[in-house]
């Protein structure tokens, strides 16, 4: 399930069409809604003599500084992935799991998914409108609306807080879905073949142990949007 | 929740432990265990002037060549990121998202999560019984005990596979769990906070179009284990 392609939604080679270019899309709405519903990226920067790659929640503006979009992640002032990412080539890459491809063969198994992968220059936010913008969609990328129902954050958190941003300019997305294909020998022999479908569910909110409020309407209504 | 971190599974400092020391686990069972979980996972490969990151299916031998265990990653003899990969240090990250952590302030907010993070030098598996049984631990990664009920390889599929294999001496994991933790301020003023729990759900196995058979015992096990 791994290539690297990309699509017109790259202007340069670095994400050039690989494999299976039939599984490339040309559309940047998909790659926007793979991003919308990703809830974790993975984020590769070289470390020096060799890539470390982490998972990290992610926000997408695509009002912000970058024509094409901009893409944030954020982390602690003090993550070495995160200093070290500072005006590097970074790659974040959004993976859907959609189901299991179960085929008759070994080597046609595989797996139906969404998959956006962004190479961009990563820039620290320094401007403290950009920075907090990008923070409030970070927390309602994971729970929309919530930011507006939050206290403000204060200096420190925002001190303690680093943002990169990545525009969305050179990107590329594949998508894989439906049935194995197998070959016609294996499918006349008469073996089953199918796809077990996967999602990432929710279930109902569970309040902290030292909260007694209500569960509030906009985490209801993103359980519920996740299938709780 | 983004880290570099590592743990005494690492004895080397390229894992060093990062942010959040006390999210790093110090087990390599719970190592074992997310990779075993995990259905894919994202490798990270220098391809010259930055990294790329891939959502790669995944095998785990922990009676392999390496005397920590090996971890597998096959693709297409003709895919760029796999042939960038030889013998060059990879990460591979494995993450399973277990919950959104909707803290009082949007500083708190997280994820819980339980990532391994693997780094180590990417050897081409040449030997053929070492790639056979590369390959039909990936099947069985999976979908449990499938690869005895195949038809074995032909020399063609198994010519057109490559198999990565990384060592499993580097690796860190952390995991985040539990709670948000809210400043005592914002606990005092009442509002709600909590977690809403995620997991990778199967619904029941959908034949292909091209299917005639029941669906098989191992494909129906593994749904149901997965939730179906």
């Known amino acids: 399930m791994s290539t690297i392609d990309a699509t017109p939604l790259s202007p340069t080679p670095r994400t050039t069409l690989g494999r299976s270019r039939e599984r490339g899309l040309t559309d940047r709405a998909a790659l926007h809604a793979i991003l919308r519903e990703a809830l974790v990226a993975h984020l590769g ?7 470390v790659v982490l998972p990290v929640a992610i926000a997408v503006d695509l009002d912000g500084p970058d024509a094409d979009g ?24 959004a993976t859907l799991l959609d189901g299991l491809v179960v085929a008759r063969s070994g ?9 956006a992968v962004v190479v961009g220059e990563a820039r620290i936010v320094e401007d403290p409108q950009e ?30 807080t680093a943002v990169l941003a990545i525009p969305l300019r050179e990107a590329s997305v594949k998508v894989r879905a439906g049935d194995p294909v197998d ?23 569970v309040s902290a142990a030292d909260s007694h409020d209500e569960v509030p309407a906009d985490v209801v209504s993103r359980a519920a949007q996740l299938g709780a």
């Open 45 to 51: 920067v070289d470390v020096g003599d060799h890539p």
């Open 131 to 160: 920075k907090a913008h990008a923070l409030d969609l970070t927390v309602d990328h994971v729970v929309p609306g919530r930011s507006a129902t939050l206290r403000p954050p204060t200096r420190k958190e925002v001190a303690a």
């Open 70 to 93: 901009t893409l944030y992640v954020h982390g602690s002032v003090a993550a070495r992935w995160l200093t070290r990412s500072e005006r590097r080539t970074v790659c974040v890459t």
């Open 183 to 205: 070959d016609d020998t294996d499918v006349e022999a008469g073996a089953w073949a199918g796809v077990v479908p996967l999602s990432t569910v929710a279930s109902s909110p």
């Open 107 to 115: 080597f046609h198994h595989s797996m139906n998914y969404r998959s």
